[in-house]
């Protein structure tokens, strides 16, 4: 944690000219120096001063830029990073792809004690943090919380606000998310985000290769039987939706942030919590009910789900050998049938897009039946988490909620680690944040079912 110090920025914005990063300052703007918001100061980072004042100047618009240090650092160079984290408080990471530059930007932020919170969906990356970093992190009272992004808040808050849904004895058995992204213009996410799914897709053995050296963690109890196998594709009528298995990043977070919990019940105590707060946690995990969780992406035709498959097939299949990794990532919009551009999607698009996460959980009315042997669930729940543009608009409000979050509450939070944004958010105020900001988390329905 660092000290009260006046030359200590609120928050340092890392990456601030790259395609997300002038949209992390836009949304960080909305709340610098405004009443009632924690974020006091603000300094913006990247390789090019030039780059850093357009995407200001941008972010700013129509306004003139307010005065805000543009602070050079390069992720090669880790005096540079050294530099930032001292004078940070909470340091945004949206240089991607995290497993080629996110490393040095760790390392920086534990050695200093600052904390760190990114927009990364690198499962490998976050896992390979964790191992090198936690016990680290912890001496030295920095907070590295990755997937603070779309990837994985909507998924670990999603499920959390679904468990509420099941109330006394019941309980969830499965929870399936189905990630419907709507518009109507053409959907565009920009290539930063492409390059690091092709080459997470390419290292997927190293990530084997991690888990297998470290401990076994613990996993949650859940009552009945383990996760269905499903098909690949499914149709979910009362939705109105086709769906698509999808290898996402959120059951993975979510998965760490179940088995933390297994290994922690009460979740984990602040550094200097009040009362009030250590009541509040432990009654919040104390409800919260695991559950087998699985992504998949929905479409409203089968013919909608092409383009995924596509996409799939190619990474799959080229990602693997250096040339095959040189074609998917110099022809991007080929490849993912225009999915993914180079030069990302115009403001137009971006503004004219929404996501909807359904969570449709399937479990028991009373625990009891699962522990007298029953395999047929009788109750499905089903809860929803919308808003706008997934990469460029939620991605933002999401990461400036969490760092607000952070500054707010961060005598409530674990003097330090390597976390899931799960198990530290959870307890926190960060479900009204998103709700007061545009993303909703709605209950949609209960209902029982034949047995
Ligand atoms: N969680 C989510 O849902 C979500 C959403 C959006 C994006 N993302 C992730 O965010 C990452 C960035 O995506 P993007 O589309 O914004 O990419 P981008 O436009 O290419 O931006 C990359 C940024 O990193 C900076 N950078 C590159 N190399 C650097 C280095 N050596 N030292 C310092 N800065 C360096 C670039 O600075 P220059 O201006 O100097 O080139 C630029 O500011 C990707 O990993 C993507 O997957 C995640």
Redesign the pocket.
């Known amino acids: 944690m660092a000290e009260n110090n006046p030359s200590i920025f609120d928050v340092i914005i890392?990456?601030?000219?790259?395609?997300?990063?002038k949209y992390v300052v836009r949304e960080a703007l909305k709340f610098l120096n405004v009443p009632n918001s924690p974020l006091k100061s603000l300094a913006l980072?990247?390789?090019?001063p030039s780059?850093?004042s357009e995407?200001l100047n941008w972010a700013a618009s129509p306004h003139l830029p307010p005065k805000i240090p543009l602070l050079t650092?390069?992720?090669?160079?880790p005096n540079s990073l050294a530099r930032l984290a001292a004078q940070a408080k909470i340091l945004l990471n949206?240089?991607?792809?995290?497993r080629?530059?996110g490393h040095p930007v760790v390392e920086a932020c534990v050695e200093s004690g600052c904390d760190y919170l990114?927009?990364?969906?690198?499962p490998d990356f976050m896992e390979r943090m964790e191992a090198l970093f936690h016990e680290k992190a912890v001496e030295k009272g920095s907070l590295v919380i990755s997937?603070?992004?779309?990837?994985?808040i909507p998924a670990e808050i999603g499920l959390m606000f679904h468990s509420k849904h099941w109330a006394g004895s019941s309980c969830p058995n499965s929870v399936d998310a189905y990630l419907s992204l709507e518009s109507d213009k053409k959907i565009v996410?920009?290539?930063?985000?492409y390059?690091?799914?092709v080459l997470g897709v390419a290292n997927a053995d190293k990530l084997m290769e991690l888990r297998r050296s470290r401990p076994k963690r613990a996993r949650p109890a859940i009552p009945g039987p383990g996760p269905a196998k499903g098909s690949i594709i499914e149709h979910q009528k009362h939705l109105g939706l086709w769906a698509l298995k999808l290898p996402s990043?959120d059951s993975i977070v979510v998965r760490r942030t179940l088995s933390t919990l297994t290994e922690n019940p009460h979740g984990l105590p602040g550094v200097n919590e009040t009362p009030e707060h250590h009541k509040k946690r432990e009654a919040f995990w104390s409800s919260m009910k695991p559950a087998h969780f699985g992504v998949k992406l929905a479409t409203k035709s089968l013919l909608g789900l092409f383009p995924v498959i596509m996409l799939g097939i190619f990474i799959g299949l080229l990602s693997k050998t250096s040339l095959g990794r040189w074609l998917l990532l110099k022809f991007p919009s080929f490849f993912s049938c225009g999915w993914f551009k180079k030069k990302?999607p115009s403001e137009d698009q971006v503004a004219s897009a929404t996501f909807k996460m359904w969570f449709v959980g399937h479990g028991y009315s009373d625990s009891s039946l699962a522990s007298q042997g029953s395999k047929k669930v009788d109750t499905e729940v089903i809860t929803r988490v919308s808003g706008p543009e997934?990469?460029?608009l939620?991605?933002p409000i999401i990461l400036l909620q969490c760092a607000l979050s952070l500054l707010n509450d961060r005598e409530n939070l674990p003097k330090g680690g390597v976390f899931t944004p799960g198990i530290i958010f959870g307890p926190t105020d960060l479900q009204e944040r998103l709700q007061d900001n545009g993303i909703s988390f709605d209950f949609i329905s209960k209902k029982a079912l034949p047995t």
């Open positions: 890392l990456g601030a000219s790259g395609f997300t990063g980072a990247g390789r090019s780059r850093l995407a650092a390069d992720t090669s160079d949206c240089v991607g792809p995290f080629l530059y990114d927009i990364s969906g690198e997937a603070c992004g779309f990837d994985s996410g920009n290539f930063g985000t390059e690091s799914a990043a990302g997934i990469g460029y939620t991605t």
